[in-house]
């Protein structure tokens, strides 16, 4: 069997100001051939997940193209079309092929192309066909379109959030597409959408992990080949914002759509309990200080990269800062200037910057701080957090500070901060401290939870707050829950 692999994955916050580029696909991951393999085998991601499976499944894997990037703002036309005729053109050039694999995200937003991946999906099956099986992993905040159901021969997507089984997802997209192959299954595959709003909610945690677990237990049903809640993602204002339910079966399309709809309602009847109500930045440290015991997690909701917001916003810093709280860190905050001119003065220097506040004035203004540089690096570990263990990072030059009582990292990569590892780079024991501050909405706690005494969210104005009011939608289909309150679904 000769099966192409390949990846495409963008997650747009169409909030953001900071368009998207091929050269910031390109800073990330833009692989061809071969390098596809070696950047993802042995890592615990989606193309991870298939290459290993492949592999036992003596399947000959052909890989073509891998392009990814950190979320951030809306993707430009041009970019776009060169992903889509890259993926098409190297698909051509590893020759003829029995399926093809692919690692999507599916909230991918471009300028003329709002549906970014059932563009580039139909786009696939114009260029080879209807008959070409092609199975697709995909994050589970993707907001589902009929028109991906429609390219696509299976979608599967991860069930946990953080996304801890990404490799499991990609995996079984591999199985699914040899077993397709094989005659084994004849998939058949339902989508029902949900007028629902949902921000980061995680499975870890009530009421998201009661839905994880109850479509789970669709999923072991006779039949049913997959079954996936789709959260969906809030910081996207296109018509196809929103939750939604997948399930493909072996051949039964009733039962596809009874279990989207049991799942729905299920989901539609807890619709309340997935509003979030976090602290603002001043409650939450004085809440933390509160906690006896340690370490305390404070993680800032409102200004997560994950999401796509700049990561150096500066109202949970300032808040620090100002209570000047011993055995406090916090890390990190993206600001390739401060770190700049942290490496140019050296360890032991005091230096005058203004830290943060560099992107926009929404997650909060420029702090004027003198600062002791305690240590720099070059940004670089391996990331040991079960999301894409095995990782190599790269965050460029990166310093830690000390202002007053306070550990503050700085870094020239952008990323939540998903483990303990850029503290141990800077030499931060996460356990030896009473607070530990860090940018991440729900990522973060696969790599804290088994360290963190208590969790404490801080939410204030930004591009991922979990706040609805603080987003001007303008193209998402109304009604819509929250944002509507009366509203008949069924």
């Not at 039962?255 to 509003?275: C, G, H, P, S």
């Not at 109202?315 to 209570?323: D, G, T, Y």
């Not at 391996?382 to 310093?399: K, L, V």
Request: charged residues 20%; hydrophobic residues 40%.
């Amino acid at each position: 069997m000769r099966i192409a692999i390949g990846q495409v994955a963008h997650e747009t916050n169409t909030f953001s100001a900071v368009q998207t580029t091929v050269e910031t696909f390109q800073h990330a991951e833009w692989a061809h051939g071969d390098k596809v393999i070696t950047n993802n085998e042995h890592v615990k991601n989606y193309l991870g997940g298939m290459i290993q499976k492949g592999n036992q499944l003596n399947v000959d894997l052909l890989p073509t193209f891998s392009a990814r990037c950190n979320p951030s703002g809306l993707v430009t036309k041009k970019t776009f079309e060169t992903l889509r005729d890259e993926l098409i053109k190297q698909i051509y050039q590893v020759g003829d092929i029995d399926a093809l694999c692919l690692a999507l995200h599916g909230a991918g937003v471009a300028e003329n192309y709002p549906d970014l991946e059932g563009e580039l999906l139909r786009a696939i099956r114009h260029e080879f066909g209807d008959n070409l099986p092609i199975v697709v992993s995909l994050d589970l905040h993707g907001n589902l379109t009929e028109l991906m159901v429609e390219q696509a021969t299976a979608l599967v997507g991860v069930k946990e959030y953080p996304h801890i089984d990404t490799y499991e997802a990609g995996a079984k997209a591999m199985q699914l597409t040899v077993d397709i192959l094989q005659n084994k299954i004849k998939p058949v595959m339902k989508i029902k959408q949900i007028p629902l709003l949902m921000f980061p909610n995680t499975t870890f945690q009530q009421p998201a992990k009661a839905v994880k677990e109850y479509t789970l237990a669709k999923e072991a049903q006779s039949g049913v080949l997959e079954c996936a809640f789709y959260h969906g993602f809030a910081r996207a204002d296109t018509k196809y914002t929103g939750a939604s339910i997948v399930t493909i079966t072996d051949d039964q399309s009733t039962l596809a759509e009874q279990t989207n709809k049991d799942v729905a309602t299920y989901v539609w009847q807890r619709r309340e309990e997935f509003i979030n109500d976090y602290l603002d930045p001043h409650s939450a440290l004085k809440e933390a200080l509160a906690t006896e015991s340690r370490p305390v997690i404070v993680n800032e909701t409102s200004d997560n990269p994950g999401s796509g917001a700049p990561g150096d916003g500066t109202h949970l810093l300032k808040a620090f800062i100002e209570q000047n709280i011993p055995q406090s860190a916090f890390g990190f905050v993206y600001d390739p200037e401060v770190a700049e001119v942290a490496h140019q003065a050296g360890v032991g220097a005091v230096i005058d910057i203004d830290i943060g506040g560099k992107t926009d004035d929404l997650h909060g203004s420029p702090l004027a701080i003198k600062a002791y540089v305690k240590s720099i690096t070059d940004g670089r570990f391996i990331q040991s957090a079960p999301m894409n263990q095995g990782a190599q990072i790269d965050f460029g030059q990166s310093a830690r500070l000390k202002v007053g009582e306070v550990d503050i990292i700085v870094a020239s990569g952008k990323s939540q901060t998903l483990d303990k590892e850029i503290f141990l780079l800077h030499g931060i024991d996460i356990k030896e401290y009473k607070i530990i501050a860090l940018k991440s909405c729900q990522h973060f706690r696969a790599g804290f939870e088994p360290y963190a005494a208590h969790i404490i969210t801080a939410d204030s104005p930004g591009i991922s707050t979990s706040q609805p009011k603080y987003y001007n939608y303008q193209a998402i289909e109304r009604p819509i829950f929250p944002l509507d309150q009366n509203i008949s679904f069924g």
